[in-house]
């Protein structure tokens, strides 16, 4: 094995207890790799902390800011551990994202990386450094430091494996791969052994906490593999690849931190109104999930940790409209090819109908069935994982 990327997780570095045991799983793959670059995240809870701390002082912080606050975490995790790796006698540098060359778009809190310049890092693995890079974070043409969103480490893991031809991309957390569903919610979870990226990017834009989207469009478009694995354990963990199997329910995830936004005026809404309000959303940076029209209302869903950020922006720019916010819940049914079975579908509205949960819509994609509700407690996931995974052939 010649050159293998490693990523941490924040509950994997979260004191030093737990970094001399990153230290030691370092060193172990450092002896089969000749090359070993490793990227982190924040601390435990770093990144909450700041973001609450920058909210104390103003309910909207400047996007720019924050991003020059939040990558200070990051910097602390791969500067601790690399002060420890050379402690042991691993010869260890860290680096920021703008020194690992990482070049991102101008887009603050969501940065997309645009080029990765690796002279740097090749020039620190030939004298036999491990890399530490700080994850999360590169630096734009206007060299403002800039980050690519939660879970933005993993993506940084996977654009270093792609401009570095790594072999091997680990992304290691403290859960010992991927599962059929929150093993914090339901009590009989499968571990999945593999799973394709289109259905991995089904969970993952479902709202699951488990890999950040854009590291699984980068695997799948270079064609890298993908291993999530825990930090604490020394099991296989799930492979993440190309490989789609026969049709079977994979996941269930339920998203509770989402917001449907409605703007309603008197008059219709011409469509330059429509173009226009769209531009400006996106403009400002925020994640649409839809956007949809009616004669005189357009309802659109987004995150519920930019509903103030939407609220002020709509409330500036457009006076006329009447804004409403309500909060839902997002249920995802993930499994390739799930749209070709209607016992699937079926199996699920009886079950929330036997739970009189109401139903607000339903999508359905290749690989996903999406139900928005009001509400959807434990019980209703615990029996739909019972009935479409454990115990039933799909």
Do not use: C
């Given at each position: 094995m010649n050159t293998v990327v490693l990523k941490f997780g924040g509950s994997s570095v979260a004191d030093n207890i737990k970094l001399n045991i990153v230290a030691k799983k370092i060193i172990s793959l450092k002896q089969e790799a000749k090359n070993v670059v490793v990227v982190v995240s924040a601390q435990g809870k770093t990144t909450d902390k700041l973001i609450k701390e920058a909210q104390e002082l103003s309910a909207?912080?400047?996007?720019?800011?924050?991003?020059m606050l939040l990558s200070t975490g990051e910097q602390i995790t791969a500067s601790k551990l690399s002060i420890l790796l050379n402690r042991k006698g691993y010869p260890?540098?860290?680096?920021?994202?703008?020194?690992?060359?990482?070049?991102?778009?101008?887009?603050?809190r969501s940065a997309k990386i645009e080029q990765i310049y690796i002279d740097r890092m090749e020039k620190?693995?030939?004298?036999?450094?491990?890399?530490?890079?700080?994850?999360?974070q590169g630096v734009d043409e206007n060299e403002d430091i800039t980050t690519l969103g939660r879970g933005g480490s993993d993506t940084t893991a996977v654009a270093l494996q792609v401009a570095l031809k790594a072999e091997k991309c680990y992304i290691f957390s403290d859960?010992?791969?991927?599962?059929?569903?929150?093993?914090?919610?339901?009590t009989m979870t499968k571990k999945l052994d593999e799973i394709s990226f289109d259905e991995m990017q089904e969970i993952s834009d479902a709202g699951a906490k488990v890999l950040h989207n854009r590291c699984i469009q980068l695997g799948k478009r270079f064609h890298c593999d993908i291993v999530a694995k825990s930090t604490f354990s020394e099991g296989s963990g799930t492979k993440i690849c190309e490989k789609i199997e026969s049709t079977q329910i994979k996941s269930i995830t339920k998203?509770?931190?989402?917001?449907?936004?409605?703007?309603?005026?008197?008059?219709?809404?011409?469509?330059?109104?429509?173009?226009?309000?769209?531009?400006?959303?996106?403009?400002?940076?925020i994640l649409l999930e839809s956007f949809e029209k009616e004669e005189n209302?357009?309802?659109?869903?987004a995150e519920k940790a930019e509903q103030n950020k939407v609220q002020e922006l709509l409330d500036r720019k457009y006076p006329d409209y009447q804004i409403m916010q309500e909060e839902f819940v997002k249920l995802s049914i993930v499994g390739y090819g799930v749209i070709q079975d209607n016992k699937v579908l079926?199996?699920?509205?009886?079950?929330?109908?036997?739970?009189?949960?109401?139903?607000?819509?339903?999508?359905?994609?290749?690989?996903?069935?999406?139900?928005?509700?009001?509400?959807?407690?434990?019980?209703?996931?615990?029996?739909?994982?019972?009935?479409?995974?454990n115990f039933s052939t799909i």
């Open positions: 909207i912080p400047e996007e720019r800011e924050m991003d260890a540098i860290s680096l920021t994202g703008w020194q690992a060359g990482i070049r991102t778009n101008g887009v603050h620190e693995l030939e004298k036999g450094n491990i890399i530490i890079v700080a994850g999360f859960v010992d791969g991927i599962y059929s569903a929150d093993p914090n919610m339901i998203n509770e931190k989402l917001v449907m936004i409605t703007m309603k005026k008197e008059q219709n809404i011409s469509e330059k109104e429509l173009y226009d309000i769209y531009e400006t959303l996106l403009q400002h940076n209302r357009i309802t659109f869903r079926s199996q699920t509205i009886a079950i929330l109908k036997k739970h009189n949960i109401e139903i607000m819509d339903i999508y359905l994609t290749q690989a996903q069935i999406q139900i928005l509700a009001k509400e959807i407690k434990k019980e209703v996931i615990e029996e739909l994982h019972q009935k479409l995974i």
